[in-house]
């Protein structure tokens, strides 16, 4: 892809130096978060802000001059984004979710599932070219689908040129603002096998603006309709058939980048409260505090099972324990956000529920946390298998 224009990135970050930065980026977010979910836009702002502070680069490695952030420290970036704006630390987990996976698939997996040495040539650009603010967007899910990359209906065919590329792809987060996009598609010559493209904003790529939903709104979770040749070098891992493999063997970015997010919602969520309660003067009452004791505890706890599963990712990723890991973090953070928003939200009474009040917005945003991918069924499901002794990826309805 070609480098993005008009690019004005901060000066490189230092690992220790990453939670603290998002923390700063945060407060910008949340002084727009509200014209945000009422226009239901990303605010370009929002983005400004990723580039500039350097956050876009977060995942590529020190060898190429950036952070090199482990995933446990991908983790504290995306809470503290999530307490200025769980829709905008959405977004931005969408593109870490693409350069995360490039940087941290060890070169001998990407061999042992068939990647040719200009993969590595071609990847290290891909990450290069985020370091320098390119914003990637991820084109997965479907209407009638999901994130089920089993059942997509997006196809993509061999060419003299490359790949030709064919569907429509639904929440879409950041669309109209992306460089690229990451794109899921089945091949017409073998239908079971589904590979990963990256594919430059432009000619055959349509944005269609969708987006009109309960929460998350500042996503702008837009359609993207995909019409498209795009060259071999567009192909991720440089080999078809890699979609269910990893999302199989390594799902922490399909899975446990959510938790992280929705864990900062919940933290957001009992701030707010408190703010909220300290301004009326309501904390003399023993039923408010003790609601938002109980919730202070409950988003403690889900803090540190994302983090342990964060740091279990980082010392052995793809291990069936740490697979176990990454689906009870996600259950547990969806679950915890929304108890804790509606807990908050009845703590702060009537006058918390007029559109625009932040405890109200935040209700909505958390209750989104157990839908998205995988969602709260799915990964009670994939934990009652595995602690049945069964295969968790045999289900009886492919969870991919």
Known sequence: MSEPDCR???????????????????????????????EARFPSEDLVALRESGLLGVMVPRRLGGPGASFAQYARVAMALAAGSGASALVFNMHASVTGALAHTP???????????????????????????????????????????SSLATTYSKTEA??????????????????????????????????????????????????????????????VIIDVTVGEGALLGGVEGLGLIIAQLMPQWLVASYAAVYVGVARSCVDAAVAYVTERSLERLAAIRSRIGRADAAVASAELLVLDAAERIDAAAGSPETNRAVYRAKLLA???????????????????????????????????????????????????????????????????
């Open 334 to 400: 969806g679950q915890t956000a929304q108890d804790v928003a509606a807990s908050m939200l009845e703590a702060a009474g009537a006058a918390a529920i007029r559109r625009g009040h932040p405890l109200e917005r935040l209700y909505r945003d958390a209750r989104c946390g157990s839908l998205q991918p995988a969602t709260s069924d799915v990964c009670a499901d994939w934990l009652g298998m595995a602690a049945l002794g069964l295969d968790p990826n045999a289900a009886e309805v492919p969870r991919w």
């Open 107 to 149: 070169d001998a997996l990407a061999r042992a599932l068939g990647a040719p040495e200009s993969y590595f040539v071609a990847r290290d650009q891909l990450l290069s070219t985020a370091l320098g603010g390119a914003f990637f967007a991820v084109a997965m899910s479907e209407r009638g689908a999901g994130a089920r990359l």
């Open 162 to 223: 490359g790949f030709k590329i064919h569907g429509s792809k639904a929440f879409v987060s950041g669309a109209a603002l992306a460089d690229a996009f990451l794109v899921a598609a089945r091949s017409t010559e073998d239908p079971a096998r589904v590979s990963y493209f990256l594919v430059d904003a432009g000619d055959g790529v349509r944005v269609e603006r969708t987006w009109d939903v309960l929460g998350m709104r500042g996503t702008a979770s837009d359609d």
């Open 8 to 38: 004005r990135v901060g000066q490189l970050l230092e690992p220790g130096e990453l939670a603290a930065t998002a923390l700063e980026v945060s407060a910008g977010f949340a002084e727009r978060s509200t014209r945000a979910d009422a």
